[in-house]
């Protein structure tokens, strides 16, 4: 019997050895490696590659055209092969304190970093990413501090006739007590589902360190598909998705903003919510930032702040035709003075002044200006990406349900 404990002993730790270099992959490369003075090195194993790059946001942008206008895109780095066959890249200084994403692209095929396992998909692509501490990124952090808690539920939309998949977010200590919250309604964009803010937006941990530092109120964040062709982000629905931008295989029988009652009826009969204008909130970045114009003027009497990312309050500003853009924007402009009449404690528009959307924006407060529409204007630098969104919203949370 000892001899078979024995036995059985040794081949537990044979095993176990096995088992870390499959894991492992033998010896282990430090990538992406933060230094102290947040200069970042980025390291790959692969001897037999003739070339390495590494693209990601931390470098110099692109400029790329496409049918909606020009926009930034990540730059490229080579890596050079030292004499191990590690292919290494260092950046020039250091990197500003924010969350990066990116990919190595080994002789004209991209990839993943196989040394950081701290990954996130985006749309369609999954990117890894790492973040630089000690300023605007340590909001993006799991601190230490209480923390709410993530749920994926599925509410009912008798718009769209299905069930569909919902993010909702409720703050520190929602379950331990009997309190009721205000309601923030966050929307993504058109590349986006339920997942990105809680994903690439790092909400749960931005409103965890904001409440922490009694900068925001304890409140619910409510995070819904903004796409009426699909019921739920790719692979969590049981009809076919096929992941590409606002696409599914299903068209969609109503629109999001004849669908949002659906949307406010679930999170009111199922969370202690204060059901009044002044405990609601919506916000989103561009599509989602349309949607948020659109919504609140469509429910004037619904929401007491509202919140334009990125994207034309005023979306007809996007129509190309000039005959259907003035008709669409007058449409719109009446809904606006229905909605000034009714009264709001915040309109909060924000873009980045390299934006493709940025001229549009511009346009859409004209008219508002017109009209004598009450709003606040943020500009940022940068264009069309999730640093500003991230941004915005760490300034406009601590800003709601005054």
Not at 163 to 186: A, H, M
Request: charge should be negative.
């Amino acid at each position: 019997m000892r001899n078979i404990s024995t036995f059985l002993i040794g081949l537990f730790i044979c095993a176990s050895g096995y088992a870390q270099q499959a894991l492992w992959g033998g010896e282990a490369i430090v990538s992406p490696d933060i230094h102290d003075d947040n200069s970042v090195t980025f390291r790959l194993n692969a001897p037999q590659a003739e070339k390495v790059e590494v693209t990601g946001d931390f470098l110099p942008t692109q400029k790329m055209q496409t049918p909606m206008g020009e926009y930034d895109a990540p730059g490229t780095a080579a890596l050079v092969k030292n004499e191990n066959g590690i292919w290494e890249f260092t950046t020039s200084g250091p990197l500003a304190s924010e969350l990066y994403s990116y990919t190595f692209i080994v002789d004209g095929l991209r990839t993943l970093d196989p040394a950081n396992v701290f990954m996130i998909r985006d749309v369609a692509t999954v990117t890894s990413v790492f973040i630089v501490g000690g300023g605007q990124a340590d909001f993006y952090k799991v601190n230490n501090v209480p923390h709410g808690t993530v749920a994926r539920r599925w509410y009912d939309s008798p718009a769209l006739k299905e069930q569909r998949r919902i993010t909702i977010y409720t703050p520190p200590g929602y379950e331990s007590n009997e309190d009721t919250y205000p309601v923030f309604y966050l929307l993504h964009g058109s590349g986006g589902d339920e997942e990105a803010w809680i994903a690439l937006g790092r909400t749960a941990q931005i409103m965890d360190n904001l409440i922490a530092q009694g900068k925001a109120k304890p409140m619910i964040v409510v995070m819904p598909n903004g796409h009426t062709q699909n019921a739920s982000a790719p692979g969590e629905s049981s009809r076919d998705y096929r992941p590409a931008m606002g696409g599914g295989p299903r068209e969609a029988v109503a629109s999001m903003e004849d669908s949002f009652g659906d949307i406010l009826k679930f999170v009111e009969s199922n969370y202690r919510v204060k059901k009044d204008k002044a405990n609601r909130a919506v916000a989103g970045l561009s599509m989602g930032g349309m949607h948020s114009a659109a919504i609140s003027a469509q429910y004037p009497e619904t929401f007491d702040y509202i919140g334009v990312f990125s994207a034309p309050p005023i979306a007809s500003m996007m129509v190309r035709n000039e005959d259907d853009r003035a008709k669409y924007a007058d449409e719109f402009v009446k809904k606006l003075k229905v909605q000034q009449e009714n009264g709001f404690k915040l309109y909060w528009i924000a873009c980045g002044n390299t934006d493709f959307l940025y001229q549009g924006v511009l346009d859409s407060m004209k008219k508002m200006d017109e009209i004598g529409f009450d709003y606040t204007y943020k500009e940022s630098e940068g264009g069309h990406i999730w640093r500003n969104w991230r941004i915005y919203l760490t300034e406009f949370a601590p800003m709601l349900f005054k």
